[in-house]
């Protein structure tokens, strides 16, 4: 009875090992249980997510056992991330090598914006992979959460040009408005005598004036969005008021070289001073002085006709002093902007962009709360049209917007944002402006 009760005390204590053992597999290396297991989660987590997680063994047998697929779990000393995180979420075949060398180690593995090199931490431990926590632009978890599904609006998409760059410098050379001062803020905005109900429930600048309107330009890596969408929004006012005589592309290189009291060229600028810029000195066109999206000398004089920019003979003959235009006023509300609109054409706005905006696919941008990263700056863009959309939420009213990152990004180029709730702030900051067309050729 002694000998079976004391055999019986050692399987359990045996029994007990094995389950503190497995119990403890969360924080412990996973590497010898092969299998598919982020692979079959389909994605990977940035930063901390606890969720971000399957089960390691047989959660009929054992609870609670769990292997993770963000990039936290490959930054502790013990490794609890599952065996085929580094292979699929960095899609790395090999990545197990920096596991398997003894002494020196120069693995070296690049997943979207971060960096992982594979160090040895002392003598007496394997190597390990250490990594950068960079945030991207583009997080394809984010994308896939998104991808046009309920309740979102809209679609989101990977872009090339995006994919490798971090999040900051995505705010520093991407975008490019510098908030309005104060007293910018409290310009009275301009009322005009309508009828609001009188106004069409879509309107498109690019279908009242097919020739006329601007081509979507791709600011590059620059942070010009102020310079772009100011020389835009002229050259489309210039067009329209003239009624096609004076249909020009004027130039923002012009301002980005030239307009720098007080702005950052390609590191951003300010909207008031940029049209002030405008009305005094005015602008030559892009064939005189061509975008290329770096903070290059000026090149031309400040002030004087077209001729003495040094430019060749103008595109319009009779046309002698550069292309200046009214002092900028600004609009107040939903209405205003679309009257506005359909009157003279395009006008300048200010947004403030979030992360999850630089993966828009397409649809009803609406801003999610699904990253959680407080880096964000102001853009400048023109709105060119609206109108409304029948969505499982009902009927959505939206801006049609042209953006400066190219005609790949988006749709074709633009984008459509929620109207009539300030999404945001697109509303906050409207300006329009009058060019001084020549009476010559009006």
Sequence with gaps: MMGWDKSFYISCLVLLSVFLLVSTAPHDDFSDLRGSYCRERKWCCNGREDSCAVPILDSSKISGTLCYCDNFCNNTRVNDCCPDYLPFCFGVEEARKCHERQGKVTGR?????????????????????????????????????????????????????????TLKEGVGRRLGTLPPQRFVLKMTPVRRAYDPNALPKEFDSEEKWPTFISGIQDQKWCASSWAVSTAAVASDRYAILSKGREKVQLSAQNLISCNTKGQEGCEGGHLDRAWSFVRYNGLVDEECFPYDATDKKCTIRKKGRLLDAGCSPPLYKDRKNRYTVSPAYRLGNETDIMYEITRSGPVQATIKVYHDFFMYGGGIYKHTNLLRTDKKGYHSVRIVGWGEENTPEGVQKYWKVANSWGPYWGENGYFRISRGNNECEIESFVLAIWPHVDRKLS
């Design 109 to 165: 593995i690049v997943e979207n914006c971060n960096e992982c090199i594979c160090k040895g931490v002392d003598e007496f431990t394997d190597p390990e992979w250490i990594c950068e926590n960079h945030t991207c632009i583009i997080d394809s978890s984010t994308i896939q959460r998104i991808d046009g599904q309920y309740p979102y609006s809209w679609s989101a998409r990977n872009y090339s040009e995006f994919w490798g760059k």
